[in-house]
C-alpha cells in the first residue's frame, strides 16, 4: 500500500520503544503520520461534528479522539462547519442505501478538507467512520473527488463464542472467556469496550455469547442480568446480542416435565422466557440452538422433527422481531450411513417447513471445519430457506494456537464455489447473502478464536483471522490479498518489502498446513477428542464417526473414502455438475482426491507418480515449505518489535516442528498398513508408527476440550 504516509523508518525506533507492542491493539493502532502527510490529516482531523447525545455517535467522537491523538498528537475539538461531519440527510444516494451502510464524500471547503460522512442509521456512521479511519491508516485516503458508498452484503454478521458460564472455552486455545460472568453485571471490563470496538471496526454485529453446547443457566433471571450489563455495554456499537437455547431448558429451570415443542405448556414456557429475555435486552437478537447433535437435547428427544423444534423458538422470538438460527451439524453413531451425507438426509426434506424467522446454519464443509473441505452439500439444496454459513475462525482442527494459518483464502475457497442449482451463477456466497434465492434475512457465523490473552487470539498472526472474517462477513467479495494487506497495514508498521514477505506468508500458510496435515484431501486424522498433533492410528473409540480410520480407510491395498455412486454416493447429493467435478478420480482436483476416491497405492497421479510417492513427498513438501516460511519471517523480524518478533518466531519454529511431527507420524502410520518401500530420495520417518503413537498417549491437558 501507500507506505509513505507513514513515518515508518523515523517512527519504528521511536514508537515502538515507547509503545512495545504485545498485541492488545490489534488493528487499531492508529500509527504515527508520516510528516508529508500530517498536515494534510492534521487539518482534516481538526474537528468533528456530531451529535454527541447520541451514544453511537458519542463512541464514534471518543474513537476519533484516540486515533488523532496516536496517529497526530492532537486533538480534535467539536464544532459546526467541522472538517469531519456525521449526517443522516443531505445526500441524494442515502435514498437507496440499504441498513448500516455509509457514503464517505469528500470535498474542500475554503482550500481545507472537509469529509462528510453520510448514513441513514447510527450504524452506517459508525462504519463509515471506521472506513475512514482505516483510510487514514493505510494511506489509501485521498481527496477523493468520487464518494465512497459501501453496504453490508449479510445481514447478521455474528461471532459465535463457545463459551461456558465456568470460563472454559470449548475449543478456545487464547485464554479463558472475555466474559467474566462472576463480576458482572457490576464490573464492565475495559476489555469488553475493545472487544467492541473491534468487531464495530469490522462490521460484526451480533455475538452468540455462550457455547452452542449450552448451559440452561444463561436463561434465568441471575445471568440475564449479567447478560443485560454485556448487551448494554456492546450495543452502542451496534453489536447484538444472541444466547444459546438448550432444548431441554424448560425441565432444567422450568420445572416442566417435557420439553416437546409440540406440547403448549413447552411453548407457553418459552414464551413466556423469551418475553422475559426482552424485558432484560430489548434488542435481543434471538437463540442459536445445537439440537439433537453430540449428546444435545432436541426435538427428536420426543419423535418431531428439526423444524418442530426451531419453529417453536421462532414462534416465541417472532413479537420482537427476534431470529433462530438452528444449526444443520447434526451426524449420528447410530445412523448407518457416512457422516458427510447425514444433514444433508436430515435437513433437505424439511426445506419450506421452518418459520420466516429461522436461518439454518451450515458449516463451511461436511464434516467439521478441515484445513479443507468440499463445500457442505446443503448449500444449493435447501431454496425456500435461509441458509447461513458456519467458519471456524478457532484452529480446532488446524494446530491450534500454535500453527499460523490465515484462513481467508479457505473461506474464499468455499463461498466462490458454484453450486450449479439451478446455475454456474448459484455460489455458496449468493446463497449465504440471500441473493440467489431472494431472503431477504441472511447471516454468518465465525467461531470465534479470542480468549482472555493479552493479544486476545494466542497467535498474534491469528488476529487476521478475526479481521477477515469481519471483512469477508461484510462483502464475500473481497479478495483474500486486500484483506490481508489492510490488516498488516493497521496492525503493524512494517516497510512495503515486509508487509509483501509477511503478506506472502501469510496468504500461503493454510496451503502449507493442509500439505503437511491432511494432503490429498485427507481429514479427520488428528488426536482423539482435543484434536490435536496427528493421530491417523485411531480406530477403537466407542463412536466409529470419531475414529481416524473411518475417514481414510487405509489398507493394505489403498486409501481414501469412497463417496462415488460405488461407495457411499454421497457425490449424489451435490449437482451434476458437482458430481462431475468429484467424480473421477482421473480428474479430480486432487487436494479433494481422498475426500470422495479410494484408490490403490500404486494409482497413479497427473505428475505419473503413485498416491502413495505423492503422499510422501507432500508430506515432506508441508515441512520443507513451512521451513521458507520461517525463513520469510526471519528476514523480517528485525521489523517487528522485540518481544513481538520474537514471539512469532518461537511460534513458527514450533510450527515446523509440529509439521514434522506430522509428517513422519502420519507416514510411519501408512507405510506400517501398505508395507511398500519409501519412495527413492525420500527421508524416512526416523521412528516406526509406536513411537508416535506412544506421543499421542501421553498428551494430557490438551487446551480447549
Ligand atoms: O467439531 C466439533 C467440536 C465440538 C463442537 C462441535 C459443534 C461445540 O469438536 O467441540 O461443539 O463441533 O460444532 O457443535
Not at 479463558?176 to 454485529?205: Q, V
Not at 478457532?394 to 468455499?414: D, F, I, S
Not at 520443507?624 to 516460511?629: C, D, P
Amino acid at each position: 500500500m501507500f507506505k509513505h504516509f507513514f513515518a515508518w523508518m523515523l517512527a519504528s525506533s521511536l514508537v515502538l520503544s515507547v509503545h512495545a507492542q504485545n498485541g492488545y491493539d490489534l488493528w487499531l493502532n492508529y500509527y504515527p503520520v508520516q510528516a508529508t502527510a500530517q498536515k494534510e490529516y492534521s487539518n482534516l482531523l481538526s474537528s468533528i461534528q456530531l451529535d454527541d447525545t447520541n451514544p453511537t455517535q458519542r463512541i464514534i467522537l471518543r474513537e476519533f479522539e484516540i486515533a488523532v491523538r496516536k496517529m497526530l498528537n492532537q486533538s480534535i475539538v467539536q464544532q459546526s462547519n467541522a472538517s469531519i461531519q456525521l449526517k443522516k440527510e443531505g445526500h441524494s444516494s442515502l435514498a437507496n442505501l440499504p441498513a448500516e451502510g455509509y457514503i464517505l464524500s469528500h470535498h474542500y471547503h475554503k482550500k481545507k478538507p472537509v469529509v462528510t460522512i453520510y448514513a441513514n442509521d447510527d450504524a452506517g456512521l459508525l462504519y463509515g467512520s471506521f472506513r475512514l479511519l482505516k483510510e487514514l491508516q493505510t494511506g489509501g485516503y485521498r481527496s477523493q473527488e468520487k464518494d465512497i458508498i459501501d453496504y453490508p452484503s449479510i445481514q447478521y454478521r455474528v461471532l459465535n463464542h463457545w463459551d461456558n458460564l465456568d470460563r472454559s472455552v470449548e475449543r478456545g486455545y487464547a485464554g479463558i472467556s472475555l466474559w467474566n460472568w462472576h463480576t458482572l453485571p457490576d464490573i464492565i471490563e475495559p476489555r469488553y469496550i475493545d472487544y467492541a470496538r473491534a468487531n464495530a471496526s469490522i462490521g460484526i454485529n451480533t455475538v452468540a455469547l455462550t457455547n452452542v453446547n449450552a448451559n440452561a443457566l444463561v436463561l434465568t433471571p441471575q445471568y440475564l442480568e449479567k447478560v443485560k450489563a454485556l448487551a448494554d455495554a456492546l450495543r452502542p456499537y451496534n453489536i447484538r446480542v444472541v444466547l444459546t437455547a438448550r432444548f431441554s431448558a424448560p425441565i432444567e429451570i422450568g420445572g416442566l416435565k417435557t420439553a416437546d415443542p409440540l406440547e403448549p405448556a413447552v411453548q407457553d414456557w418459552w414464551k413466556k422466557k423469551t418475553a422475559e429475555i426482552y424485558e432484560y435486552v430489548p434488542d435481543f437478537a434471538g437463540y442459536l440452538v445445537k439440537a439433537n447433535s453430540e449428546g444435545q437435547p432436541g426435538p427428536q428427544d420426543y419423535q418431531r422433527t428439526h423444524a418442530d423444534g426451531a419453529n417453536l423458538l421462532a414462534a416465541a422470538v417472532a413479537p420482537f422481531n427476534g431470529i433462530v438460527m438452528w444449526r444443520a451439524f447434526v451426524y449420528s453413531n447410530e445412523t448407518p450411513e457416512d457422516r458427510f451425507k447425514q444433514a444433508y438426509n436430515e435437513f433437505k426434506p424439511l426445506d419450506g417447513s421452518f418459520a420466516e424467522n429461522v436461518l439454518v446454519q451450515v458449516k463451511n464443509g461436511p464434516i467439521d471445519f478441515q484445513p479443507r473441505e468440499p463445500f457442505h452439500p446443503l448449500f444449493g439444496a435447501m431454496p425456500k430457506t435461509p441458509l447461513m454459513m458456519e467458519f471456524q475462525l478457532t484452529q480446532e482442527y488446524l494446530g491450534m494456537a500454535t500453527h499460523a494459518a490465515y484462513l481467508a483464502p479457505m473461506y474464499k475457497e468455499v463461498l466462490e464455489m458454484p453450486t450449479y442449482r439451478p446455475d454456474a451463477n448459484a455460489t455458496v456466497a449468493r446463497i449465504v447473502t440471500g441473493e440467489q434465492d431472494k431472503h431477504t434475512l441472511s447471516a454468518i457465523a465465525g467461531v470465534a478464536n479470542i480468549g482472555n490473552d493479552v493479544n486476545w487470539t494466542g497467535h498474534p498472526l491469528s488476529q487476521a483471522n478475526w479481521y477477515a472474517y469481519g471483512r469477508l462477513a461484510w462483502n464475500p467479495q473481497l479478495s483474500s490479498e486486500e484483506i490481508i494487506e489492510e490488516w498488516i497495514d493497521q496492525t503493524y508498521l512494517l516497510s512495503q518489502e515486509a508487509t509483501d514477505i509477511l503478506a506472502g506468508l501469510l496468504l500461503n500458510s493454510r496451503e502449507v498446513l493442509f500439505k503437511y496435515m491432511t494432503p490429498l484431501g485427507l481429514h479427520h486424522i488428528m488426536g482423539w477428542s482435543h484434536h490435536f498433533g496427528p493421530a491417523p492410528w485411531i480406530d477403537n473409540m466407542h463412536r466409529a464417526d470419531w475414529t481416524s480410520v473411518y475417514y481414510h480407510k487405509a489398507d493394505s491395498t489403498g486409501i481414501g473414502f469412497d463417496r462415488t455412486a460405488s461407495g457411499s454416493n454421497a457425490l449424489a447429493q451435490y449437482a451434476q455438475e458437482i458430481q462431475q467435478l468429484y467424480g473421477d478420480k482421473n480428474t479430480i482436483d486432487e487436494n479433494f482426491l481422498l475426500w470422495f476416491h479410494r484408490v490403490n497405492w500404486e494409482f497413479k497421479l497427473k505428475n505419473g507418480k503413485t498416491v502413495w510417492e505423492n503422499l510422501c513427498f507432500r508430506y515432506e513438501e508441508g515441512v520443507q515449505e513451512m521451513q521458507q516460511l520461517l525463513n520469510d519471517f526471519l528476514s523480517i523480524q528485525n521489523e517487528f518489535g522485540k518481544e513481538e518478533g520474537k514471539h512469532i518466531e518461537q511460534l513458527l519454529r514450533l510450527q515446523l516442528k509440529e509439521a514434522q511431527w506430522w509428517r513422519d507420524a502420519c507416514l510411519a502410520y501408512f507405510q506400517s498398513k501398505n508395507q511398500r518401500p519409501w519412495p527413492s530420495g525420500f527421508t524416512p520417518p526416523p521412528h516406526n508408527v509406536d513411537y508416535y503413537k506412544e506421543i499421542q498417549a501421553k498428551l494430557k491437558f490438551v487446551p480447549g476440550i
